[in-house]
């Protein structure tokens, strides 16, 4: 769970360790105790890609509930590829467009290593047979962020009973 060489769960995490382990299928209950733990989580890192005040909690909401929260959209970074310099660049206007590349790559990495410091909180608390549906067959590991993860049980486990 660590990512640039910081271990987001044990720095920064409210709950390094969610709610005790879901043996058997999971029902709404253990699945609302897990992502009030993880948006917990979330929100316990601090971002400026939204208003500053809900840290990473945009990882695990969706968009419209995110909104409810925030007056500011949260602006997920994408991986900003190779840097690129014009070959009639000055020296100073390089070093800024390095160092405006390295800041970026930066913010997706730690955006990378958050979501996946919660998506590995998910692996542990829920057995492996209730994320199959949803694991690559080639690589072996989960698809989609953790919002998704969490929507995709919810769906599929949390149903409530009368």
């Known amino acids: 769970m660590t990512a640039n060489g910081i271990n987001y769960c044990d720095t920064f995490f409210e709950f390094p360790d969610l709610a005790p382990k879901i043996h058997g299928e999971p029902d709404s209950e253990s699945l609302y105790k897990i992502r009030n733990e993880l948006r917990a989580n979330a929100k316990s890192v601090y971002s400026n890609l939204s208003d500053g005040a809900h840290g990473h909690l945009a990882l695990v909401m969706k968009a419209t509930q995110y909104a409810l929260v925030s007056n500011m959209a949260f602006v997920r970074p994408v991986h900003p590829g190779v840097l690129l310099v014009p070959g009639n660049a000055t020296g100073p206007q390089t070093q800024v467009l390095c160092e405006h590349h390295k800041e970026q790559l930066r913010l997706f990495r730690e955006v990378e290593g ?10 542990k608390s829920v057995e492996a047979p209730y994320l199959a549906a949803i694991r690559d067959r080639v690589s072996n590991s989960l698809t989609g962020t953790a919002q998704q993860i969490l929507e995709y049980l919810q769906t599929a486990y949390g149903r409530v009973s009368p």
């Open 114 to 123: 958050i979501e996946k410091a919660l998506i590995q909180q998910i692996i």
